[in-house]
T-cell receptor
Framework: DAGVIQSPRHEVTEMGQEVTLRCKPI?????LFWYRQTMMRGLELLIY????????DSGMPEDRFSAKMPNASFSTLKIQPSEPRDSAVYFC????????????FGNGTRLTVT | RKEVEQDPGPFNVPEGATVAFNCTYS??????FFWYRQDCRKEPKLLMS???SGNEDGRFTAQLNRASQYISLLIRDSKLSDSATYLC????????????FGKGNQVVVIP
């Protein structure tokens, strides 16, 4: 099992540029989550999908953030335009949609916006 | 009140000693509880689920106290490799899929 795959591992960009993060969940998992982690705020849920449908996007900071899941094996998180305060580690995770099903995380994307 | 609260520490533990810490949660309807381990600059990984009756996995013991709304993790015979941040995870407001993470308990095992 390849696990959750994220790309890129690192992204350094200038303020104002568009950033796209990518995620491939574990095959067979029907729930997908995007988290952001910073020292100050810890792990924050941005959005999650169930069967490719966005269920809860209340954690998305503002309109600059958007996420899509066009099929069961791929999701993107886009920031446009990016700002320095978006610098963080962004994790994608997937799970089965059932009680007590744990999350499996990808390696994360470390984003630095200068 | 935050959904999940943990004392960040650090918890400095002599090698071979026992360390324990708690995590409190706010949603009395929560049904799923986990401990995750996160190493520096790595992703969180599942350490163990927490069951109502309590459960052990080797040197690790997890307990759930629904009345007081906390879960605990105890590590016996600490190893240097146990140094990590331990994240408490609870399904929070909004249903089963919405897992809320604490900020973690940082454990440093000292030789």
């Amino acid at each position: 099992d390849a696990g959750v795959i994220q790309s890129p591992r690192h992204e350094v960009t200038e303020m104002g540029q568009e950033v796209t993060l990518r995620c491939k969940p574990i095959s067979g998992h029907n729930s997908l989550f995007w988290y952001r982690q910073t020292m100050m705020r810890g792990l924050e849920l941005l959005i999650y999908f169930n069967n490719n449908v966005p269920i809860d996007d209340s954690g998305m900071p503002e309109d600059r953030f958007s996420a899509k899941m066009p099929n069961a094996s791929f999701s993107t998180l886009k920031i446009q335009p990016s700002e320095p305060r978006d610098s963080a580690v962004y994790f994608c995770a997937s799970s089965l949609d059932r009680n007590n099903s744990p999350l499996h995380f990808g390696n994360g994307t470390r984003l630095t916006v200068t | 009140r935050k959904e999940v609260e943990q004392d960040p520490g650090p918890f400095n533990v002599p090698e071979g000693a026992t360390v324990a810490f708690n995590c409190t949660y706010s949603n009395s309807a929560s049904q799923s509880f986990f401990w995750y381990r996160q190493d520096c600059r790595k992703e969180p990984k599942l350490l163990m689920s927490v069951y109502s009756s309590g459960n052990e996995d080797g040197r690790f013991t997890a307990q759930l106290n629904r009345a007081s709304q906390y879960i605990s993790l105890l590590i016996r015979d600490s190893k240097l490799s146990d140094s990590a941040t331990y994240l408490c995870v609870v399904n929070g407001q909004g249903g089963n899929n919405r897992l809320a993470f604490g900020k973690g308990n940082q454990v440093v095992v000292i030789p």
